[in-house]
């Protein structure tokens, strides 16, 4: 089976930190572009980022750059997106998404190309 998963969602306070995985199987993410988005209640799916299946380059939308990261272990087969000083406005939930590309689009956002996704893990960010 074609499977993504994405975890480690939760409760956080503003300034704090979540790293969230998502993990494959029936396929290799190695040759697939990953991109994560979020989608708060009542707001439209927005693009976070896209790491690239080529050379792990990976870009961020204006939002989340320099607060979040995505990295790639290819051992685990699993992508990961490490989420720092997260604010309330970050709260949504966070999808994980593979497209059979070496590149990512050149939209962050975009989802013309993802074959793939994950079922969603929440982030929820409050004081």
């Known amino acids: 089976q074609v499977q993504l998963v994405e975890s480690g969602g939760g409760l956080v306070q503003p300034g704090g930190s979540l790293r969230l995985s998502c993990a494959a199987s029936?396929?290799?993410?190695?040759?697939?572009?990953i991109g994560w988005f979020r989608q708060a209640p009542g707001k439209e799916r927005e693009g976070v980022s896209c790491?690239?299946?080529?050379?792990?380059?990976?870009a961020y939308a204006d939002s989340v750059k320099g607060r979040f990261t995505s990295s790639r272990d290819s051992a685990k087969n699993t992508v990961y997106l490490q989420l720092n000083s997260l604010k309330p406005e970050d709260t949504a939930v966070y999808y994980c998404?593979?497209?059979?590309?070496?590149?990512?689009?050149?939209?962050?956002?975009?989802?013309?190309?993802?074959?793939?996704w994950g079922q969603g893990t929440q982030v929820t960010v409050s004081s």
């Open positions: 998404a593979a497209a059979a590309t070496f590149y990512c689009p050149p939209v962050i956002g975009s989802t013309d190309r993802f074959d793939y």
């Open positions: 029936g396929f290799t993410l190695d040759y697939y572009a």
């Open positions: 790491i690239s299946s080529s050379d792990g380059s990976a």
